[in-house]
T-cell receptor, first 113, second 113 residues
Framework: QKEVEQDPGPLSVPEGAIVSLNCTYSNSAFQYFMWYRQYSRKGPELLMYTYSSGNKEDGRFTAQVDKSSKYISLFIRDSQPSDSATYLCAMSDDNTNAGKSTFGDGTTLTVKP | DGGITQSPKYLFRKEGQNVTLSCEQNLNHDAMYWYRQDPGQGLRLIYYSQIVNDFQKGDIAEGYSVSREKKESFPLTVTSAQKNPTAFYLC????????????FGQGTRLTVV
């Protein structure tokens, strides 16, 4: 079983919809939780970075971490066609592990105009 | 502009040949990483380096080699021993220390013909 499991998708929604992307994990040592957005044939770019449990909001994006359930989510409000991409969750324990991250397999999102 | 530059963007290699992928960064980051991404999958760590002249194997290092002679550069050689080298290769860098973002290059797509 993988350390990080991500809802596989693909996901297709109409413009303006609320999108929920989810990952579960098994390693209780993970403390840093990231969401990356990756456009086709490009490198990933960091969207959200959260330490430990709680919520973090940035514009239309909200990241939630529930360490007790080992579950993280990314919500996108008022989704736009430009949000169409693959979203990768990633996690790491702490800096003593050289900042290495474990990635989910990604969820491909298409937002239709 | 600061960033990470990977070259070339596309690379074709004949079976049995070694090939070297370039990664250069001008962000003054200490740590650099090489990941491999296969279709529908997340990123898997090949090698990483936290300091010049030092590097460690990641999860899938077999058939790959790296060097870190300069802080700015972390080239990856895909050797003939790598049984399935066709993939998208991503280089990343970050400042060492907790809670720091990893920046990715735009990737090199390697195809073995």
């Amino acid at each position: 079983q993988k350390e990080v499991e991500q809802d596989p998708g693909p996901l297709s929604v109409p413009e303006g919809a609320i999108v929920s992307l989810n990952c579960t994990y098994s390693n209780s040592a993970f403390q840093y939780f990231m969401w990356y957005r990756q456009y086709s044939r490009k490198g990933p770019e960091l969207l959200m970075y959260t330490y430990s449990s709680g919520n973090k909001e940035d514009g239309r994006f909200t990241a939630q971490v529930d360490k007790s359930s080992k579950y993280i989510s990314l919500f996108i409000r008022d989704s736009q066609p430009s949000d169409s991409a693959t979203y990768l969750c990633a996690m790491s324990d702490d800096n003593t592990n050289a900042g290495k991250s474990t990635f989910g397999d990604g969820t491909t999102l298409t937002v239709k105009p | 502009d600061g960033g990470i530059t990977q070259s070339p963007k596309y690379l074709f290699r004949k079976e049995g040949q070694n090939v070297t992928l370039s990664c250069e960064q001008n962000l003054n980051h200490d740590a650099m990483y090489w990941y491999r991404q296969d279709p529908g999958q997340g990123l898997r760590l090949i090698y990483y380096s936290q300091i010049v002249n030092d590097f460690q194997k990641g999860d899938i290092a077999e058939g790959y080699s790296v060097s870190r002679e300069k802080k700015e550069s972390f080239p990856l050689t895909v050797t003939s021993a790598q049984k399935n080298p066709t993939a998208f290769y991503l280089c990343a860098s970050r400042l060492t220390g907790a809670a720091t973002e990893a920046f990715f290059g735009q990737g090199t797509r390697l195809t073995v013909v």
